[in-house]
């Protein structure tokens, strides 16, 4: 499986590639008042409403500071993955398009199935239930994010 | 391209003429889909526009293509709209049988007409119009027609006519009801107004004819007990304005004279592009939906001071002769309020469901004619919104949702209504003890019963109405797209063992997230007075059964049942730790006492009965309680005496207590104020009830 990696702080994380939609640098929101405080805002992507959550922020660290390398990585929505979804394991999160700012874009990473071990407890500070396994590369860990645990709430 | 274009369209003509009135099925939801992918054309066509303006110049041909792209997209939306649309003509062939009906009962002769039968209108704009044309069909055949008898001695011929007619005018369909009857007697109504005391005196003077047709839609002079297709219901013209501004629409009295009365119904072509007010609070853009809008007040930094009172430390707008109260809108959406050198303070006087507040928001901007989009569902929670749009320059905007914000902005509407209503209240209250069930099947002979105080409305579906999404089944309604349960799903019982092509929805009001409860057969809505056993069939979900007519009857619950259903949606009040804090309800209507009982226990907090206010005050002595909700009309010690009682005595007039009552009048709130109760609640609105029972607690 493939996946594409990305920093959030000095957490190395990935998401399956083929759950992922694009990433961008669009980053003029339309902020949510009365809405969770780790929901960034709202974007227009050529059509489509995009909701973005702060994962840093949702991972429970501070607000997520926007610089040069900050990007959104938007996934694809179940209407998106509908054909690939059974085939690749990738997760169902729900008809409303959703994303993430994160602080740097990382490598695609090709890893085996069964290089991925589960987490036993946290990692860190990342509680165990936002994350979906967990790989060891050389010189880094890399977390295999939950997505549907982290746009649950 | 443009002769090709041409050829393609010239072709297709040919092909029709052949094949005349060819037709093919096409799902609704794919219609639905087209029409928000056509909104998203348009708006990418208008952002593209914009950007291309000034390279048209240096670019030959481009302007030519851009005139075409425009054209185009305008013709696709067009189209594509014009495939929701249905004829009126729906609605209109449902009249002659009506008329038939009414006038088979009160003998009087009427001739219906129709005009404009061809008009089209959304899906959804047709779906909800009957009912509110029948309540003014009823009020004219009732009301404004004379009988056969009295229309000769006018002179007039003994068939009275009626004619509706429908046409389009500036982007709105109009319906115009017009009859030959007796007219409107202004003189008449406007006195019936003062004195009922709607109007003052003096006011009088200054209401033009306009004004006092108004009164016609403002109050129900003329209610009537009325077949509709949301179920048979006690309704008024007052009833018609409300559905109608539901679906955007508006209705008034065009001219009220002898032989020559018209009602004009102004409705809206389609929901999915509305008109609305682009207004900014922080610099930040909403949308606001035009119908709820009435009226802008601009007030001077002079002004302000004494146009905004306090009252009950809650700020009050004096608006002509009204009070009005007001909402800041950064305040309920929790935003911080940024330094403003403009001291004007700008107030959108709104309206929703009958309760009319103000707005307060920084700047308001043109009118503009939005295309609506779902809000994602990580803002359901929010009360604010009702979806979202994308404005001119690519940004999106929020659509605010005008009822949630009046409720999120905790306005108490029943303080500063008027007291219309209130003698209908004791009306009703007098045959409280008597409950109005709604008696439905869901597998054959196994009853259920609903209180028709908690049903908003009954839905006649067809089984292929019903898309099945996940695990979860919604059908479309008002437009938007609602869960529907069935009753097995949730409760010990039988699944019907066939299900029919058409099936009923019941979709219960007073709840935050709606849902609809299928069933198989609506067997009738009867009036009996009976208590509920919650002790013998016990289950999640269920109030309790009661024989009725020798059947046994199950008492769903609705609110647990939305629980049940959604529990993502529903943590407010559940398995909150509470210290078991003990409740003393005294409640002499039997159906009331169950459900109240279980809302309270369900939240948390330990609850003992009382059957009335003898009953109460002596328990109270017996017991320690740390809240009493007392019902106001009861037997042998009314709810004022109770409460009197308990003020009295020293150890106990330290326990606050709540009122609970179907009583909604201003008056009868200052009384039970009066009467040393510490808060003030209507009956049936759970969340409502929770609420204040926990912030009397915690006092």
């Known amino acids: 499986m493939q996946f594409t990696t990305f920093y959030v702080g000095k957490t190395l994380f990935g998401v399956n590639i083929l759950q992922v939609k694009e990433i961008n640098n669009q980053m003029k929101y339309t902020p949510v008042p009365d809405s969770a405080d780790f929901i960034k805002g709202l974007f227009n992507l050529r059509g489509q409403i995009i909701t973005i959550f702060d994962l840093a922020k949702r991972l429970g660290r501070n607000d997520t500071d926007i610089q040069d390398k900050t990007r959104n990585l938007i996934l694809k929505t179940d209407v998106e993955t509908a054909l690939i979804r059974s085939s690749n394991k990738i997760e169902e999160i729900g008809h409303d398009a959703v994303g993430f700012i994160i602080d740097r874009i990382g490598d695609v990473i090709e890893v085996e199935d069964t290089d991925i071990q589960s987490a036993p407890a946290n990692v860190g500070d990342i509680s165990k239930e936002f994350i979906k396994g967990v790989v060891e590369l050389k010189d880094d860990l890399l977390i295999i994010l939950n997505v549907q645990e982290i746009i649950k709430f | ?699």
């Open chain 2, 1 to 699: 391209m443009k002769t090709i274009h041409n050829e393609n369209l010239a072709h297709l003509e040919d092909k029709n003429s052949e094949n005349k009135n060819e037709t093919i099925r096409v799902s609704l939801t794919l219609l639905d889909e087209l029409m928000i992918y056509a909104g998203e054309l348009v708006l990418a066509r208008n952002q593209l526009m914009r950007l291309t303006t000034e390279l048209s110049k240096t670019i030959p041909g481009l302007s030519n293509v851009l005139q075409d792209i425009d054209m185009t997209t305008s013709t696709i939306q067009e189209r594509i709209m014009n495939t929701r649309m249905q004829p009126i003509s729906l609605v209109f062939s449902r009249f002659p049988r009506l008329i038939r009906d009414m006038t088979m009962k009160n003998k009087k002769k009427i001739h219906l007409e129709t005009s404009g039968d061809s008009v089209d209108l959304d899906k959804s704009v047709v779906e909800s119009l009957y009912d509110p044309l029948a309540i003014v069909m009823y009020y004219l055949v009732e009301k404004d027609i004379e009988s056969p008898e009295e229309r000769i001695r006018a002179n007039k011929d003994e068939t009275a006519n009626i004619y509706l007619k429908a046409y389009q005018e500036g982007g709105k369909v109009n319906v115009d009801i017009i009859s030959d009857g007796a007219g409107i007697d202004t003189q008449l109504l406007l006195n019936k107004a003062i004195e009922e005391g709607l109007v003052s005196a003096n006011d009088a003077e200054r209401y033009g004819k306009k004004d006092i047709f108004d009164l016609l839609f403002s109050h129900n002079f003329f209610k009537n007990h009325m077949k509709l297709d949301h179920g048979e219901e006690e309704v008024g013209l007052v009833d018609a304005r409300v559905m109608l501004e539901k679906i955007g629409g508006s209705i008034s009295v065009d001219t009220g004279l002898a032989n020559n009365t018209i009602i004009n119904v102004k409705l809206p072509l389609t929901l999915v592009i509305i008109p609305s007010i682009i207004i900014t609070v922080n610099e930040q853009n909403f949308a606001v939906p035009q119908v709820s809008l009435q009226e802008i007040v601009r007030l001077k930094v002079g002004d302000v001071e004494h146009k905004i009172e306090q009252v009950n430390d809650a700020p009050v707008l004096r608006l002509r002769n009204k009070l009005l109260p007001i909402l800041y809108l950064h305040k309920v959406l929790g935003m911080k309020k940024e330094e403003q050198n403009d001291e004007t303070v700008r107030i959108m006087v709104m309206k929703h469901d009958d309760n009319e507040f103000g707005l307060v928001v920084d700047e308001i901007f043109d009118h503009e004619e939005i295309v609506v989009k779902n809000i994602p569902r990580f803002f359901k929670n929010s009360l604010c919104y009702t979806g979202t749009t994308i404005m001119g320059d690519g940004s999106v905007a929020l659509i605010l949702d005008i009822g949630g914000i009046g409720a999120k902005g905790k306005l108490n509407f029943t303080g500063l209504k008027e007291q219309a209503g209130s003698s209908d209240d004791i009306d009703r209250r007098m045959h409280d003890d008597m409950q109005n069930l709604l008696l439905f099947e869901n597998a054959k002979d196994q009853f259920f019963a609903l209180n028709l105080d908690l049903i908003k409305r009954i839905e006649k579906i067809a089984k292929a109405d019903i898309d099945l999404v996940g695990e979860k089944e919604y059908i479309e309604h008002e437009g938007k797209s609602l869960h529907v349960i069935r009753l097995e799903q949730y409760l010990p019982v039988q699944a019907p063992d066939h299900e029919d092509s058409d099936l009923y929805v019941i979709i219960p009001k007073s709840v935050e997230n709606p849902i609809g409860i299928i069933v198989h057969r609506i067997v009738d809505s009867i009036s009996v007075n009976t208590e509920i056993d919650s002790d013998s069939i016990m289950a999640k979900g269920l109030i309790g059964s009661a024989l009725i007519k020798d059947d046994l009857v199950l008492f769903p619950d609705i609110f647990e049942l939305i629980e049940m259903s959604e529990p993502e949606k529903v943590q407010k009040y559940r398995a909150k730790d509470k210290k078991k804090q003990k409740i003393l309800l005294i409640e002499d209507t039997p159906f009331f006492r169950s459900l109240e009982k279980n809302y309270l226990e369900s939240a948390g907090y330990s609850v003992d009965i009382a059957i009335d206010g003898m009953d109460g005050f002596k328990k109270a002595g017996q017991h320690k309680y740390d809240l009493f909700i007392v019902d106001i009309i009861m037997p042998r010690m009314d709810g004022y005496q109770f409460v009197e009682a308990i003020k009295r005595n020293p150890e106990l007039q330290k326990i606050p207590t709540l009122a609970l009552t179907t009583l909604s009048s201003e008056e009868s709130k200052t009384k039970a104020f009066n009467a040393g109760f510490d808060a003030y609640e209507i009956k049936v609105h759970k969340e409502k009830l929770l609420e204040t029972v926990e912030s009397l607690l915690n006092k």
